[in-house]
């Protein structure tokens, strides 16, 4: 009898015991699974976004400025910097007109107020028009936003005025082609196509008539755009050479081209 009586007690206490310790390792079971499954769970978005981040790295450069004559083929497009200049700008054109020669003129937005009338002479003659920035800041890619857009808004508006408004403007040039992505997307935005060289006669380090002949004539293939200068300084021996280079460059069999756009 006594047995019985202590009988169900003694079961219940050790149905609680056990039942703590089943309930107390399922908690700390199920907690450190969740713990694992919130780990996993979290890895696999990084993955992903570590996945898709070079997508927008991956999207196309910008263009950069164009170093070629607008037509395949044995041609050459001429470029004229830092003007215009009331004594060199005129010798160029007469020498262009003599051999059939075309050439583009990248202007300095300064020489443009102070000398308009020679903008309508390069326009009539049938060159085409380069803005050269107001300034000539060879740092212009250091400059902020505003800054930049307004020295190459400010030549187009210069260049527009002198030559009675409706003229074409198809290239921008950056000071000392110290181009950055900002220039070459507000000159884009500007309808102008950035315009680089790729023979460069290094007549603006005044060698001498003959280095600058030398120069060309050695780096010259067909489609390269060469840079010249008819302003910024004493141009005489650049005229003096383009009087070589000019029937040289005819000789050659080379015909006279602008840059492509
Ligand atoms: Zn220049």
Redesign the pocket.
């Known amino acids: 009898m006594r047995y019985q009586v202590l009988r169900p007690p003694y079961c219940y206490r050790w149905a609680v015991l056990i039942s703590v310790v089943l309930v107390t390792t399922s908690l700390i079971i199920s907690l450190s699974w969740s713990g694992a499954q919130g780990s996993e769970t979290a890895s696999p978005p990084q993955r992903a976004r570590a996945s898709t981040t070079p997508e927008p790295a991956a999207a196309p450069a910008a263009a950069g400025p164009v170093r070629t004559a607008a037509r395949p083929g044995r041609f050459v497009a001429l470029t004229f ?2 003007g215009p200049d009331p004594t060199y700008t005129p010798q160029v054109l007469d020498l262009l007109e003599q051999h059939g020669a075309v050439a583009t003129f ?1 202007m ?1 937005g300064t020489q443009v107020r102070r000398h308009p009338e020679l903008v309508a002479q390069v326009v009539e003659r049938g060159m085409r028009l380069c803005d ?1 920035t107001v300034s ?1 800041d060879e740092e212009l890619a250091r400059r902020n936003e505003a800054r930049i857009s307004a020295e190459i808004t400010g030549t187009q508006a210069d260049l527009r005025l002198a030559a009675d408004g409706d003229v074409s403007i198809p290239y921008f ?1 950056a ?2 082609g110290n181009w950055s992505e900002t220039i070459t997307a507000i000159a884009s935005r500007e309808g102008m196509t950035s315009l680089g060289w790729s023979v460069d006669s290094r007549d603006w380090t005044l060698p001498g008539t003959p280095a600058i002949v030398a120069t060309v004539r050695q780096a010259v293939q067909p489609g390269a755009v060469i840079l010249l ?1 008819d302003g ?1 300084g004493q141009r005489k021996q650049t005229v003096a050479a383009l009087t070589e280079l000019l029937p040289w460059l005819v000789a050659q069999g080379y015909q006279f081209d602008f840059p492509a756009t």
């Open positions: 910097d830092d990248c300095v050269h000539h040039r000071p000392g200068h910024g």
